[in-house]
Nanobody
Framework: QVQLVESGGGSVQAGGSLRLSCAAS????????MGWFCQAPGKERESVAR????????DYADFVKGRFTISRDNAKNTVYLQMSSLKPDDTAVYYC?????????WGQGTQVTVSS
């Protein structure tokens, strides 16, 4: 089973940037496709970005394309989300998980708050 710990969230103004990190342990991290997900208040959790096991293929939700970049370092068991040109609508708790998600692997997430 994979254990995941997200970090790097914070409060920024619109137009700013943040880099989220997700440290994984417990299982063969490099064998999994990984994803970042977000959940805004009152909304369901949704996929933001996905990266395959090798890091050579990525996919993004339309609302983050051109602004967010997902990457991974399998030697460090870590997946990243570089967030740029942030908007108030990006305010949410951000989680990482395998993709598709493992039910028991959800962490605490990291809060991102973007002010206008």
């Amino acid at each position: 089973q994979v254990q995941l710990v997200e970090s790097g969230g914070g409060s920024v103004q619109a137009g700013g940037s943040l880099r989220l990190s997700c440290a994984a342990s417990g299982d063969t991290f490099s064998s999994y496709a990984m994803g970042w997900f977000c959940q805004a208040p009152g909304k369901e959790r949704e996929s933001v970005a996905r990266i395959n096991w090798s890091g050579y293929r990525t996919d993004y939700a339309d609302f983050v394309k051109g602004r967010f970049t997902i990457s991974r370092d399998n030697a460090k068991n870590t997946v990243y989300l570089q967030m740029s040109s942030l908007k108030p609508d990006d305010t949410a708790v951000y989680y990482c998980n395998t993709d598709p998600p493992l039910k028991g692997a959800w962490g605490q997430g990291t809060q991102v708050t973007v002010s206008s």
